[in-house]
T-cell receptor, first 114, second 112 residues
Framework: QKEVEQDPGPLSVPEGAIVSLNCTYSNSAFQYFMWYRQYSRKGPELLMYTYSSGNKEDGRFTAQVDKSSKYISLFIRDSQPSDSATYLCAMSARGGTSYGKLTFGQGTILTVHP | DAGVTQSPTHLIKTRGQQVTLRCSPKSGHDTVSWYQQALGQGPQFIFQYYEEEERQRGNFPDRFSGHQFPNYSSELNVNALLLGDSALYLC???????????FGAGTRLSVL
């Protein structure tokens, strides 16, 4: 079993829809939770990060962490065609041997069509 | 503010050869981490360099080695290339070995 599981999709939604992207994890030491966006043939771009539990909002993006369920989500409101990309969740521990080592999900391919 | 830069953007090598990839971290960052991303997969951690030393290592053979220079830039070396080494190699920079990492555009390595 992988430490981080992410549905690869693909996910196709109409412009303006609310998108929900999710990851589950098994390592209870994970404390940092990141979401990256990766356009085709480009490097991952850091969208948001959260430490420990709770919600964080940035414009049209909201990140949620539920540590009790080992489940994280990224919501995109009013989705745009320019949001079409692969979305990667990544996690890391606060300290110990996993500090500084990001563990990624497989990535979810999102297409927003006009 | 210069972001993470990697060179070259694309390389083609044959099996058994050796390759060196280069990375300059984001301005103000002192830590470089390297990842391998196979097609359709998330990046896999190779190792991290901080204060010119390998601080952490993922599950990669010792054919993969690296170096960090006093100016914080880094190199990734891969010896005895295998077909399975074909991937996008990503460099990420952070501060003080931290978890908030910013990625470069990557080097696409093709092994024939």
């Amino acid at each position: 079993q992988k430490e981080v599981e992410q549905d690869p999709g693909p996910l196709s939604v109409p412009e303006g829809a609310i998108v929900s992207l999710n990851c589950t994890y098994s390592n209870s030491a994970f404390q940092y939770f990141m979401w990256y966006r990766q356009y085709s043939r480009k490097g991952p771009e850091l969208l948001m990060y959260t430490y420990s539990s709770g919600n964080k909002e940035d414009g049209r993006f909201t990140a949620q962490v539920d540590k009790s369920s080992k489940y994280i989500s990224l919501f995109i409101r009013d989705s745009q065609p320019s949001d079409s990309a692969t979305y990667l969740c990544a996690m890391s521990a606060r300290g110990g041997t996993s500090y500084g080592k990001l563990t990624f999900g497989q990535g979810t391919i999102l297409t927003v069509h006009p | 503010d210069a972001g993470v830069t990697q060179s070259p953007t694309h390389l083609i090598k044959t099996r058994g050869q050796q390759v060196t990839l280069r990375c300059s971290p984001k301005s103000g960052h002192d830590t470089v981490s390297w990842y391998q991303q196979a097609l359709g997969q998330g990046p896999q951690f190779i190792f991290q360099y901080y204060e010119e030393e390998e601080r952490q290592r993922g599950n990669f053979p010792d054919r993969f080695s690296g170096h960090q220079f006093p100016n914080y830039s880094s190199e990734l070396n891969v010896n005895a290339l295998l077909l399975g080494d074909s991937a996008l190699y990503l460099c990420a920079s952070s501060l003080d070995g931290g978890n908030i990492q910013y990625f470069g555009a990557g080097t696409r390595l093709s092994v024939l």
